[in-house]
């Protein structure tokens, strides 16, 4: 591999890491450093090792010596943090650090509803997004995401929270007309299954679901944390005990040891508990 072309398409962190492991001379003194578990730090230079197709370092029991090859890569490494540690440095000046939560329509409102409530003593940008198709947080498309099943990669964590509870609601119960969400969450799936042949108003995003029941047009399937506390509204059916289903909050299992993430998820976790209360 030529030397100019080694860094083309890698993962800064991956080289972040690669640096303070070269400069330290081991795991873990590197450890130390990058707040990354010697273990973790074993892993990431063997699939850095595995990505590149050539051995970075001689694995001795004094600690990690650079191949030849790794003294190419450190040097190019080293070259391209020269340009980037002035902007590093400019981030620093910023003392706000960015988590991004996901979650559904309705519990999205919720927590705007209750943003308060989740500024704790550490300066953070709270990112609210809003998405009823799960984001990939192995990717970092978002850091928290509230979600309704439990995760099943190992890299997640995740924490069981409240039970979300569905029924039908309306202005009145003389009120015929569905408002169907056009979608795939299991709540859109049930109303346009029960709706087949009835006559219906569609939409493409839940809050106009909601819209429409409060002008009287429609009725609609709302979670009951958003139903029962919508002024105007009433219940108009039992509960759906087929959409009941309980949400985990998950995060990435090395970020949520963040201080930033920790924080916001240890508030998080009682804002959303409340729902079921």
């Known amino acids: 591999m030529n030397e100019t072309t080694i860094t083309e398409n890698l993962d800064w962190d991956d080289l972040r890491l690669f640096l303070a492991v070269a400069r330290e001379g081991g795991l873990a003194a590197a450890s130390q450093k990058t707040g990354k578990s010697a273990p973790t730090l074993g892993r990431r230079m063997l699939a850095l090792e595995q990505r590149l197709g050539n051995e970075l370092f001689d694995r001795l029991p004094r600690g990690y010596v650079l191949t030849e090859f790794g003294r190419q890569l450190l040097r190019q490494v080293i070259s391209l943090e020269d340009g980037i540690y002035p ?3 400019r981030a620093q000046h910023n003392p706000l650090r960015r988590v991004k939560i996901s979650a559904g329509t309705w519990v999205t409102q919720y927590l705007c509803a209750n943003a308060k409530a989740l500024q704790g003593d550490l300066p953070v940008l709270l990112q ?15 850091v928290i995401g509230i979600r309704n099943k439990r995760p099943n990669q190992t890299t997640l964590a995740g924490q069981a929270i409240n039970q979300i509870r569905f029924a039908t609601y309306a202005v009145d119960e003389s009120v015929q007309t569905w408002a169907t969400v056009i979608g795939t969450t299991p709540s ?28 009287g047009i429609a009725k609609t399937v709302l979670p009951k944390f958003i139903g029962d506390n919508t002024a105007g509204l009433q219940q108009v059916s039992e509960e759906i005990p087929e959409l009941e289903h309980r949400q985990w909050l998950v995060s ?24 079921g209360d």
Not at 128 to 142: A, K, M, N, Y
Not at 253 to 274: C, G, I, K, S, T
Request: proline letters at 4%; aromatic letters at 6%; a negative charge.
């Open 87 to 89: 902007i590093l440095s």
């Open 128 to 142: 609210f997004i809003s998405t009823d198709h799960v984001l990939d947080i192995g990717h970092r498309e978002t």
């Open 188 to 215: 859109a799936l049930w109303v346009q299954n029960l709706t087949q042949a009835k006559q219906t108003i569609e939409v493409s995003n839940p809050r106009n679901a909601l819209d429409l029941a409060l002008g």
């Open 252 to 275: 990435h299992h090395e970020d949520r040891h963040f201080p930033e993430v920790r924080q916001v998820l240890d508030l998080l976790y009682p804002v959303l508990n409340a729902i």
